[in-house]
């Protein structure tokens, strides 16, 4: 049986809770679309940039930051990153003081490489989850992010 106190602080409830539940089922997931990822060259982490610069139209990095949730300085340091590997790139501020990012050559074959890998991951998800299930659960997810964001 799970203590209830350790050393007299009440550790009731923990179980329930939003940052611990949400930050380990995405870990495992995490783990499963890295191992997936793998052979073409990126982690989940760069697939989920670089898909977000290939469908937008000349992304802002601080455009890149929102849609994938992420703050500005995470965004930039992953950017520099993923522009080292050569998979980015990142202009300099313009008159809108806003970086223009973009996927280089090497990042658009990368992504090309990536992207059956992931279909497949995602395909072998679904149907182990449930195709409506996760639909319902994305539906789920947004809510519970925009909660998130409202009581930041």
Known sequence: MAANSVEGVDVRGARGCAAFNLRKTARVVT??????????????????????????????????????MMDS?????????????????VS?????????????????????????LWRAAQARFEAAFGARRWSELRRELDQVAAIAVASS
């Open 31 to 68: 783990q499963v679309y890295d191992d997936a990822l793998r052979d073409g060259g990126l982690r989940s982490t760069q697939f989920t940039v670089l898909m977000a610069i290939a469908r937008s139209e000349e992304p802002t990095v601080g455009m890149l930051a929102e849609l994938t």
């Open 73 to 89: 300085t995470t965004m930039t340091r992953n950017l520099r990153l993923m522009a080292k590997d050569g998979l980015v790139e």
């Open 92 to 116: 300099a501020r313009g008159p809108g003081r806003e970086k223009l990012v973009s996927l280089t050559h090497k990042g658009t074959r990368t992504l090309a490489r990536a992207v059956p």
